[in-house]
Nanobody
Framework: QVQLVESGGGLVQPGGSLRLSCAASGSISNLNAMDWYRQAPGKQRELVAGITRGGSTTYADSVKDRFTISRDNAKNTVYLQMNSLKPEDTAIYYC????????????WGQGTQVTVSS
């Protein structure tokens, strides 16, 4: 079984920073990618940032130049450094793990709340 444990969410003022962490444990093999998604009230879940096994990254246009995704392979942990936070970044942030390259398997964390408000 695979488990994802997220941490680092909270309340921050506009312009502030937060760092999210997601630690994966269990039977992890053929790691394909780790991503961060978010879902705001009344909106669909959207991809925020992703990092592949090879280290390639992708970002939503809305967070480019503000958020940075990184990974510690030894710890099977992915991070999301969020700077210059805006009220519209308020959402539940979910960690996503994709295993496999032919047959693919998705795993999700429980989510962590990020609230940007003065």
């Amino acid at each position: 079984q695979v488990q994802l444990v997220e941490s680092g969410g909270g309340l921050v003022q506009p312009g502030g920073s937060l760092r999210l962490s997601c630690a994966a444990s269990g039977s992890i093999s053929n790691l394909n990618a780790m991503d961060w998604y978010r879902q705001a009230p009344g909106k669909q879940r959207e991809l925020v940032a992703g990092i592949t096994r090879g280290g390639s990254t992708t970002y939503a246009d809305s967070v480019k130049d503000r958020f940075t995704i990184s990974r510690d392979n030894a710890k099977n942990t992915v991070y999301l450094q969020m700077n210059s936070l805006k009220p519209e970044d308020t959402a539940i942030y979910y960690c996503h793990l994709l295993l496999g390259f032919v047959a693919k398997y998705d795993y999700w964390g429980q989510g962590t709340q990020v609230t940007v408000s003065s």
